[in-house]
């Protein structure tokens, strides 16, 4: 620690430096303030505030989905593969999810990671995924997502934006607050 | 950025790693800091692991107060891990206000404690910038400035090394600076610094909340900041005639 001190400031003084900063702090925040009707995040990037990017990919049924063409719809993006144990673990959450909400509109994209369509027919079955399973298999989206660990969710808005996103496996309760706060925002 | 650490085949979530470690290294400066003072460095260790606790205690109740149905239906779900489901500002309020009352109760000095861990609070702070930086969070705008970084798809003010400067710049000031210890003093310089550099850097911010017709909140609570701390420094000054006398 220091072993000597400099001369003490007068309260005179802290007094005029308040004076300053309160009229410099004022014209600065009206100065940086930002513009109303301003779209602040018009690029694409996974990250919450952002647009989530575009991508188009085959569904397990054959049909070709393109992310775009949701727009308008509160959409759930969860990247997942069939060996990953919290991909299982909270997969049974988001089927009642979506189960109580697709009346309402919600888009649920389970975006396979890579495997064998066999593989991810049965595990379909297996939880009644009755929404579109989408097949990733040169892992290019999820490249574009930046995906580091299984699962990894996504959450957009109907404008496109990107409102949340969770990495690792949710529980129940998780799954069911994440869903009620898109729905919310719609 | 560098959102996750792969070791060994794991992998690891940068900022909450990056954090967890920095809060180890600011109680350990802390209690340093605090025993130069003469107070038990175990008062920072036991204060801090309380704060922390009750940080992260307070920050899901205040995100559960939102969602009661879902955890009255799932009480286990309140001690889930998950980052997502806290309220970051509430977590932070409740650790400082369960640090307060831990200071308090064991009757240690305030003003004395707080200028004992402010060098540890500035640590915190560039560590905070640093774990934003490699998680890729409070980004800046875009910007055309040659120091621009390359981050979310545009070259953007590198807000997180604004940040971190700022911790710099204010631990040279503390200690280029010194004022008398034990009173609180490095305590609100602490704050006056920290409220300042936010005032100004927010501007550069890309994720500002925003508040009435687009003004920036936390340059709001900034700028209050910055002049109760100087209200503060004020009172405990000596006047021009004091100084004179």
């Given at each position: 620690?220091?072993?000597?001190?400099?001369?003490?400031?007068?309260?005179?003084?802290?007094?005029?430096?308040?004076?300053?900063?309160?009229?410099?702090?004022?014209?600065?925040?009206?100065?940086?303030?930002?513009?109303?009707?301003?779209?602040?995040?018009?690029?694409?990037?996974?990250?919450?505030?952002?647009?989530?990017?575009?991508?188009?990919?085959?569904?397990?049924?054959?049909?070709?989905?393109?992310?775009?063409?949701?727009?308008?719809?509160?959409?759930?993006?969860?990247?997942?593969?069939?060996?990953?144990?919290?991909?299982?673990?909270?997969?049974?959450?988001?089927?009642?999810?979506?189960?109580?909400?697709?009346?309402?509109?919600?888009?649920?994209?389970?975006?396979?990671?890579?495997?064998?369509?066999?593989?991810?027919?049965?595990?379909?079955?297996?939880?009644?995924?009755?929404?579109?399973?989408?097949?990733?298999?040169?892992?290019?989206?999820?490249?574009?997502?930046?995906?580091?660990?299984?699962?990894?969710?996504?959450?957009?808005?109907p404008d496109g934006t990107i409102t949340d996103m969770v990495v690792g496996g949710m529980n129940a309760a998780t799954v069911r607050v994440h869903f009620q706060r898109l729905m919310e925002e719609r | 950025m560098m959102p996750v650490f792969s070791l060994g085949g794991l992998s690891i979530p940068a900022k909450p790693f990056i954090l967890l470690i920095g809060y180890y290294i600011a109680l350990w400066l802390g209690s340093k800091g605090a025993e130069s003072l003469g107070i038990d460095g175990d008062h920072v260790w036991n204060g801090g692991f309380l704060s922390a606790v009750g940080g992260l205690v307070v920050g899901r109740l205040a995100y559960a107060i939102r969602y009661p149905q879902v955890y009255l239906r799932d009480p286990l779900a309140l001690v889930s891990p998950r980052l997502s489901t806290f309220v970051p500002w509430a977590a932070v309020l409740g650790g400082v206000l369960i640090g307060y009352v831990y200071v308090r109760r064991h009757g240690i000095p305030l003003g004395r404690f707080v200028d004992a861990i402010t060098p540890a609070l500035v640590l915190l702070w560039g560590i905070v910038a640093l774990a934003n930086l490699f998680a890729g969070d409070a980004y800046g705008e875009v910007t055309h400035l040659p120091w621009g970084v390359e981050m979310w798809g545009a070259v953007r003010h590198p807000t997180q090394l604004y940040d971190l400067i700022g911790a710099v710049l204010t631990l040279f000031w503390l200690f280029l600076k010194p004022s008398p210890r034990g009173q609180g003093i490095w305590g609100w310089r602490l704050l006056f610094a920290y409220s300042t550099w936010r005032l100004l850097i927010e501007a550069f911010r890309g994720d500002s909340v925003t508040v009435w017709g687009g003004y920036r909140l936390w340059q709001l609570v900034a700028l209050v900041g910055a002049l109760v701390a100087l209200g503060a420094l004020a009172r405990i000054a000596p006047s021009s005639r004091e100084v004179r006398g």
């Open positions: 620690m220091a072993g000597h001190t400099s001369t003490p400031w007068t309260r005179q003084r802290y007094v005029l430096l308040m004076a300053l900063v309160a009229i410099f702090g004022l014209s600065w925040i009206v100065a940086s303030r930002v513009p109303e009707n301003t779209t602040r995040h018009v690029a694409q990037a996974p990250k919450p505030g952002f647009l989530a990017p575009d991508f188009e990919l085959q569904s397990l049924d054959g049909e070709t989905i393109k992310l775009s063409q949701y727009r308008g719809y509160p959409v759930v993006i969860n990247f997942w593969a069939t060996w990953c144990p919290p991909c299982r673990s909270e997969m049974p959450a988001i089927v009642q999810e979506y189960e109580r909400y697709k009346e309402q509109g919600l888009v649920v994209l389970a975006i396979d990671n890579g495997e064998d369509p066999p593989k991810v027919l049965e595990f379909r079955k297996q939880y009644g995924m009755s929404f579109p399973v989408l097949l990733d298999k040169k892992m290019r989206v999820a490249e574009m997502y930046q995906i580091r660990a299984l699962p990894t969710t996504f959450f957009i808005a | -």
